[in-house]
């Protein structure tokens, strides 16, 4: 297997994803309001580094992996999920994890390399919520339980990136 090149993006996910509560609010997040916990991430990574993300950048990132999460990774989700209530299936819910979680990596191998590729994002200093407020554009943002999670994952990453 070729070694995974570098993504700073990846790296961070990772490092935001394993910190307390952030997890529980991205699944609730993508559970509950359909969001693309992937581009959520890039939202908080993108706001990290100081940058605004546009409605055409989150467009093109958007475009370029929607059929990826369509055909790939939520089918190895919800076979996943499915799997939960049968216990014989344990070990093969645990492959198919490990198999969902290569799929996202190349979900956001494919955003790094258009973030690369892509013309400079413009700098901002709290882009953070913006950022999050865009990705959650076309959902129920009037729903009045999806501001306060999306305001909750915002001190989450403030915590990890002044920490």
Not at 37 to 56: D, F, G, H, I, S
């Amino acid at each position: 297997m070729n070694p995974q090149p570098c993504n700073p993006f990846w790296d961070y996910s990772v490092s935001l994803y394993d910190r307390e509560g952030v997890a529980t609010v991205c699944l609730q997040l993508q559970d509950d309001f359909g969001l693309d916990v992937n581009l959520v991430l890039y939202a908080c990574w993108l706001a990290q580094r100081n940058l605004v993300l546009t409605p055409a950048h989150l467009a093109e990132v958007d475009s370029l992996t929607t059929r990826w999460r369509m055909q790939v990774v939520q089918p190895l989700r919800q076979l996943r999920q499915q799997w939960r209530a049968v216990a014989p299936a344990k070990d093969l819910r645990s492959a198919i994890k490990a198999l969902e979680l290569q799929a996202e990596r190349q979900q956001q191998d494919q955003m790094y390399t258009c973030f690369s590729a892509a013309q400079a994002l413009p700098a901002g200093a709290g882009a953070l919520r913006s950022n999050l407020a865009l990705v959650a554009t076309g959902t129920a943002l009037a729903d009045e339980n999806l501001a306060p999670l999306l305001e909750q994952l915002a001190l989450l990453c403030e915590r990890v990136n002044s920490g």
